[in-house]
T-cell receptor, first 113, second 113 residues
Framework: AQKITQTQPGMFVQEKEAVTLDCTYD???????LFWYKQPSSGEMIFLIYQGSYDEQNATEGRYSLNFQKARKSANLVISASQLGDSAMYFC??????????FGTGTRLQVFP | GAGVSQSPSNKVTEKGKDVELRCDPISGHTALYWYRQSLGQGLEFLIYFQGNSAPDKSGLPSDRFSAERTGGSVSTLTIQRTQQEDSAVYLC???????????FGSGTRLTVV
């Protein structure tokens, strides 16, 4: 079975700095997908970025990038130039075949001025 | 519709009563998922639909929980004889399947008193 581990319950970062949120995973599948979601205090889950196991390049979406290290089974989220609005819970997830996502326990990011 | 719609947004019920939670997915999304999020916790998978069938019900916590989907569209999650431990936010998501991310609704906050 797939497993996602997020070891940082909380992180602090100063506005305009970069921050890395850790995610490791465990799977015996060769083909898999990894996702990151943001959950602000309002509660909605916002899809941020996706990385496929066969993608040769790290995924990027604006200020978000995914540092994918397949051999280490890690898929860390990097947020560049943090903004106050980035304060939220961040969840790493992966697909558990055939079609459901399993989520890590999340990291609460707080951006301070 | 433009997004995943869930109703009601908030529900307070007395212990022992039955409740129905509704999810209206994005038009054309064949896959629909129910998750539960307890206060400060990650997302717990409950059930997933592909069309009107539920290939994976493994996350339903007890036989008090059931769900159905009709017309490949609206889904209803029913909790019978509610208990205080059922208090949580119930999130619905839909997807076109494959490695596309889910789109989540805003959730139903259920409080059992």
């Amino acid at each position: 079975a797939q497993k996602i581990t997020q070891t940082q319950p909380g992180m602090f970062v100063q506005e305009k700095e970069a921050v890395t949120l850790d995610c490791t995973y465990d799977t015996s599948d060769q083909s898999y997908g990894l996702f990151w979601y943001k959950q602000p205090s309002s509660g909605e889950m916002i899809f941020l970025i996706y990385q496929g196991s066969y993608d040769e390049q790290n995924a990027t979406e604006g200020r978000y990038s995914l540092n994918f290290q397949k051999a280490r089974k890690s898929a860390n989220l990097v947020i560049s130039a943090s903004q106050l609005g980035d304060s939220a819970m961040y969840f790493c997830a992966m697909r558990d075949p055939p079609d459901k996502l399993i989520f890590g326990t999340g990291t609460r990011l707080q951006v301070f001025p | 519709g433009a997004g995943v719609s869930q109703s009601p947004s908030n529900k307070v019920t007395e212990k022992g009563k039955d409740v129905e939670l509704r999810c209206d997915p994005i038009s054309g999304h064949t896959a629909l998922y129910w998750y539960r999020q307890s206060l400060g916790q990650g997302l717990e998978f409950l059930i997933y639909f592909q069309g009107n069938s539920a290939p994976d019900k493994s996350g339903l916590p007890s036989d008090r929980f059931s769900a159905e989907r009709t017309g490949g569209s609206v889904s209803t999650l029913t909790i019978q004889r509610t208990q205080q431990e059922d208090s949580a936010v119930y999130l619905c998501a839909s997807s076109v399947g494959g490695n596309y991310g889910y789109t989540f609704g805003s959730g139903t906050r259920l409080t059992v008193v």
